[in-house]
């Protein structure tokens, strides 16, 4: 594994034992060396993801010595053991920050488990960001390339492997003892990588060199445990945030959720977007429940979304968008979009940040391309604007998704969010790992391999929240 040395806990040995450690050339956290407590060290990052969010979006990043006294690790722990014991699961918290420490880059791994008795767990993985960057690019490249007219694609296993030796690795057997089934990854917003992206206009598609955050857009369900040969998302539930103190964990059972479903699958501008027939079929599928309405027409447009808001006054609430979205990662919000019909329609992000308020939501899933795709303006792109505005829980994706498959992962999560009472995070994976396991529908493969078992095909779709 290139670049990669993993850091070990010291904490059990005796003085000398370590010296000798040390003396060796081995590095350990600052945390294990007794220079900063693990706790101290978690409340610095959450104060930097804060206030780094807050710029991001343009207000006042700085936080009070009030506010910063109420960020605490024991007080996260406290507010994860309750709202685990609702959801009757078991969460880690999971920082993860790319930085160099005395000279050595690397990424610093840090596991809180819900439960204050347990102790939390702080390593340092050495790994060249050069290495990190160019297993993240490969890993993002072929995890996005599955063609039905294509053989089997597997490259993005062996970089799948590399990023989950380096990111989770270090504190996996932890997990598995303390009984862990979830994860809140927060992952460190500032180390960027040079991406490409599509661009549609009215002549067509063009890709363009953009920045990425690398570990904001990661699909990590799609990461590959060594051991195992499992992806992550087949041994725990997922979701991501930018800060653990800015969320709201709190269980609601979905079952009898009241939501509203818009869709458009039909564009004015047929030049720049094509048909969305299956969005029809998603439309259609996803409203086999009876608590779920449809405004006059169905068609997604600000008065329809501004109505259907309105509606929305009993807890708990999903609302489900499914249609195109482009999302331009170093352009200004008011280029970033869902489509309507009409293109002086479009619901772009500056609009979604400055009129709308979603504290109604409890769910909030946008079944639209590139979504969860987030720039210098705002961590998370549609998705995390929704979040921010008030929504618990939002379901986005990370490039552009195939629209037959959206369609039956979304009929799946909709399925189960009706008729299991289990928590956002575990609704997620278990439509995902449905999809894994659905049917092989393509007569150019044999019946021994299931193209939809490819992570382009659910991967993309990103819990921001708590995931309860």
């Known amino acids: 594994m290139a670049g990669v040395l993993k ?8 003085v000398e034992d370590t010296v000798k450690l040390l003396a060796a050339g081995l590095e350990f956290p600052l945390s294990l060396q007794g220079q900063v407590s693990i706790g101290d060290r978690v409340q610095e990052i959450e104060i930097e993801r804060i206030e780094e969010f807050k710029r991001n979006i343009l207000l006042n990043g700085k936080l009070s010595e ?34 160099e420490r005395d000279g050595v880059e ?23 960001f050069r290495d990190l960057e160019d297993n993240y690019s490969d890993f993002f490249k072929y995890v ?3 063609n039905k007219g294509s053989v089997r694609s597997t490259e993005y296993i062996s970089p799948g492997k590399l990023l989950y030796d380096t990111l989770i690795s270090e504190i996996d057997d932890d997990l598995r003892t303390l009984g862990i089934d979830h994860l809140q990854i927060i992952p460190d917003a500032s180390h960027k990588v040079v991406g490409t992206e599509r661009r549609y206009t009215g002549s067509g598609a063009s890709s363009h060199n953009v920045l990425i955050s690398l570990l904001q857009n990661i699909p990590y369900g799609a990461l590959v445990n060594p051991d195992t040969g499992k992806h992550l998302i087949g041994e725990f539930s997922l979701a991501i945030a ?15 959720a009241e939501g509203f479903i818009l869709a458009e699958s039909e564009f004015e501008d047929s030049n720049k977007w094509s048909k969305l027939p299956y969005v029809i079929q998603e439309f259609n599928t996803i409203n086999h429940s009876n608590e779920t309405k449809i405004p006059e027409n169905n068609r997604f447009n600000a008065n329809n979304l501004e109505n259907v808001l309105n509606s929305l006054n009993i807890n708990p609430q999903f609302l489900h968008i499914a249609t195109h979205g482009q999302y331009w990662r170093n352009s200004d919000s008011r280029d970033d979009y869902l489509a309507t019909y009409k293109p002086e329609d479009y619901l772009s992000l500056y609009k979604l940040l400055n009129t709308y308020n979603f504290d109604s939501l409890e769910l909030a899933v946008f079944s639209a391309c590139q979504a969860a795709i987030g720039n210098a303006y705002l961590e998370y792109g549609l998705a995390g604007a929704t979040w921010l505005k008030g929504a618990e829980s939002v379901i986005g994706t990370l490039w552009d998704v195939a629209d037959e498959e959206t369609a039956i992962i979304m009929d799946k999560l909709h399925t189960i969010r009706a008729t299991q009472d289990i928590p ?28 939809r078992k490819h992570p382009y095909y659910w991967s993309a779709f990103q819990l921001i929240g708590s995931g309860h």
Do not use: C, W
């Not at 850091?7 to 005796?14: C, N, R, T, Y």
């Not at 956002?424 to 299931?450: G, T």
């Open 106 to 128: 690397g990424v610093e791994v840090i596991m809180v488990p819900g439960d204050p008795i347990q102790e939390p767990i702080h390593r340092f993985v050495k790994v060249s």
């Open 242 to 256: 930018p800060s653990f103190h800015l969320t709201e964990p709190q269980y609601q059972d979905m079952r009898n």
């Open 66 to 99: 009030e506010e910063i006294d109420k960020i605490s690790m024991e007080a996260m722990q406290a507010k994860l053991q309750q709202a685990d014991q609702q959801a009757d699961m078991k969460s880690a918290l999971v920082y993860l920050t790319v930085r």
């Open 424 to 451: 956002v995070a575990k609704i997620l994976q278990a439509a995902q790992i449905e999809m894994i396991n659905y049917p092989n529908p393509f007569p150019n493969f044999s019946d021994s391999y299931n193209l």
């Open 7 to 14: 850091a070990i806990d010291v904490s059990g040995l005796e």
């Open 144 to 146: 996005k390339k599955a």
